[in-house]
C-alpha cells in the first residue's frame, strides 16, 4: 500500500481509506436485463443454495456470498456477468438507447461492452476494439455467452481507430475506459500495486490522452464522451481529460452517483487543473465499501 501514500492529502480519512483497500471485496454479478429478470436470477441462485442479495440502489446488482461467481449456472447460461460495482457506473452514464451507435474504445474483456449491449437491448450497434488480442478472445466469449448480436469485435489502437470502413462516420456515444495502473483494483488483486512505478503512471497519460482524443473526433456533437479508469492517479485521470479540456471540443458535465463519492481536484502537486474538474468524480474504498475508480462525463461541443 506504500504508493497509495501519495494521495494522503487528496484522501479524507486516509486511515479508514487504507483500511478498506486491505479489505477483500465482496463479489457481485450484474444481470443482462434484456434477456432475463432479476427474480428469475435471484431464484436460480436460490435453488442453487447461493446467498445472493440485489444492491438496494440499483437491484440488476447482485451481490454474492462465493468467490467464483463465473462458475455458476446463471453465468453459464449467459444471465449474469461477474461486475465489481464500480465496473457496472460507467455505461448507464452514456445515456444510450436502443438503436445507437457506441464505440467501446478500450472493451476486453467486455464487461461494459455487455452492459451497454443491455442497455440498448441489443438493437444497434456496440464497435468493441482493443489493442490486446488475448484480451479480445475473453471479450468474445464474453459476449457470446451473453447472447449478444449488436457488437462488432476489432482489434484496433484506439488512438488511430478509423471506423468508416465499418460505414461509421461518428458514434451516438463513446466509453473510454482507459488502460491505467489499476491502483484502485487492489482489494481484488492484492498484487495490484507490485510492478507500481511513478515512470509506468506518467508514461500511460500520452496514450490515455491519445484514446480520449479520439473518442471525442469520432463522437457525433451533443454526443457523450465517458472517461473512466480504475487508478488514483491524477496523471492518469485529471491531467488527461484536463488537457482534452483545452483542446475545447467538449465540456464536462456533473454525475450523481447513488452513493458518496468525492469530487475531481482542480491541483496535484503544484500544478493548477481546470476547475470543471471537480464535476468528474474519484470514488474510494471506504465510501461505499467498493474498489477505486474514476469517472468523467464529456459533452462533444455541438
Ligand atoms: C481497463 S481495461 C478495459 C476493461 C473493459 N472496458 C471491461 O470493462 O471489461 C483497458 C484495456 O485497454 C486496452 N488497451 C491498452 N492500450 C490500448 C490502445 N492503444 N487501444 C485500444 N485498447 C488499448 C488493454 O488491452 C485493456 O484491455
Redesign the pocket.
Known sequence: MDSLRRYASIIDDFDAFIAASERPLSHTVRVQTSRVSVDRVVDAFEEAAIGCSPLSWRESIIELDIDRPGLTLPAFLGWVHG?EVV?CL?APLLDVVPGDVIW????????????LIDLIEDVGTVVA????LG?LSA?RY?LERLGATAAIVER????R?DPSPMGIEAFDAS?V????T?EGTVRKKPSALDDWSLGHVESLGN?QR??LRRAIELTKPGGVVLY???TYAPEENEAVVDAILDDGGCDIEPIELPFETAPGIDSWEGTAFDHRLTRARRIYPHHADTGGFFIAKLRVAT
Open positions: 461486475q465496473s460507467p467501446d474504445a478500450c472493451a476486453a474483456p467486455g464487461s461494459k461492452t455487455g452492459h476494439t482493443d489493442d490486446n484480451r471479450l464474453n484496433a489502437d484506439a488512438r481507430f466509453l475506459d482507459a488502460p491505467c489499476g496514450v491519445g484514446i473512466s479508469t480504475c
